[in-house]
DNA sequence: CCTACCGATCGGTAGG
DNA sequence: CCTACCGATCGGTAGG
């Protein structure tokens, strides 16, 4: 009775401050307008969650356990050298078009607290960012790729546009007047015929093109 | 004399006040601390600058005129499709890598204040982005570009991941361990191969390119 | 350029 | 979950 109530407030208290630590940022926000947020106050907020700093913890913890529950149902799915990039590369921007909040978080975080994000990523990304630059090395001795792609660098500069283009595409498009302005889709579909083109030697190959002689 | 002495001490809060603005965010700096940075009190700093809000805003100034001053220089120097490329996306990086602060103060306006860098950048910059595009259109017309190339869509990709992998791309290196960890170097020089391999149809073509039957 | 001081707001605690 | 209260820090002003 008791619990189901107070861990859907924690839950509510979390979702608020989600929302408000990824659009103001984390010193930009107090607790109080958290709580008002909620219908609380202050007060009953910090009875959930110890401190400010808890309340963070918290909620980048979910953010990143969130990804990392999402990475291997993508990396494990596709089958071909195309196939396999689609379905990563469509998995990884879908993640964080569904809640763009998730890339002005970990943007935050990049800015903020450089060092502690990059823990996070070393110890929980790494076994599979080298999963994908083994394919794109596959790739390049089966003729795929091409042999100037940096794997390692590549993986980064797309991981680096995923967010960034999630997080702030839209403020980046006002360098054009409204009239040719571009949509979310337009600016996404740019985003993924880029990192497609800078990879593949081919266009578009079909699925059995095997033979590169 | 007093006039030369009060502008050097302005020189010097407006210094101390880009790096600790770039690197702890507005609202997460305090005047005290840029105060102590300069090694005067508080009051002081308040002399010269009337508010926090005004030293905000005389920082984004610098780095805003900074940058209007730079556009033309590029633009109107190089002549052939590639050697324009090459000038305009180097400069623009260059800008940015000279002092990383520059791009982290761009990336924190987009986050924080996303109307108001919507406005300087639609009323500076919508001028020289629209040149790029027409020279891309040229490309597509000689058959230089590719006809999928959404020549918008491609500028302001090119300009998120500029800004981004200046701003935080050492942070999102730590996908890897640090034996493969790329330099800066390697991650500017691929993010400038996938700009120009995901515009151009032939990976690096002549100079003199210019007839297209 | 300083010291001294201001009200407002911050995160957090006591106690119920 | 609340009211009442805490010290610390914030940006900013007075006055010299």
């Known amino acids: 009775m008791t619990k189901n109530h107070s861990e859907e407030i924690r839950r509510r208290i979390q979702e608020e401050a989600t929302r408000q630590f990824a659009t103001r940022g984390f010193s930009g926000t107090s607790l109080e307008t958290i709580a008002d947020g909620v219908g609380i ?11 400010k700093e808890r309340l963070r913890e918290a909620v980048l913890e ?21 196939d396999r990039f689609d379905a990563t590369i469509e998995a990884f921007l879908g993640f964080f078009l569904e809640d763009p909040n998730r890339a002005r978080l970990i943007l935050r975080e990049a800015l ?9 990523l070393q110890h929980h990304l790494t076994p599979w960012s080298k999963i994908i630059t083994h394919y794109i090395r596959l790739g390049q001795r089966l003729g795929l790729v091409g042999d100037r792609v940096n794997p390692e660098a590549y993986v980064i500069q797309v991981i680096v546009q995923v967010i960034a283009t999630t997080a702030v595409g839209y403020v980046a498009a006002a360098v054009f007047e409204s009239e040719v302005r ?3 889709e337009a600016k996404v579909a740019e985003l993924v015929r880029m990192a497609r083109a800078s990879l593949f030697l081919r266009p578009s190959p079909s699925k059995e093109v095997e033979d590169n002689g």
Do not use: N
């Not at 979910?62 to 195309?82: C, S, Y």
């Not at 903020?112 to 996070?120: G, H, N, S, T, Y």
């Open 41 to 51: 106050r202050r007060p009953s907020l910090l009875y959930h969650f110890g401190s």
């Open 62 to 82: 979910e953010l990143f356990q969130h990804w990392k529950d999402e990475i291997p149902r993508v990396l494990t799915a596709a089958t071909g050298e195309q």
């Open 112 to 120: 903020d607290r450089p060092e502690e994000l990059q823990k996070f």
């Open 182 to 184: 571009q949509s979310r």
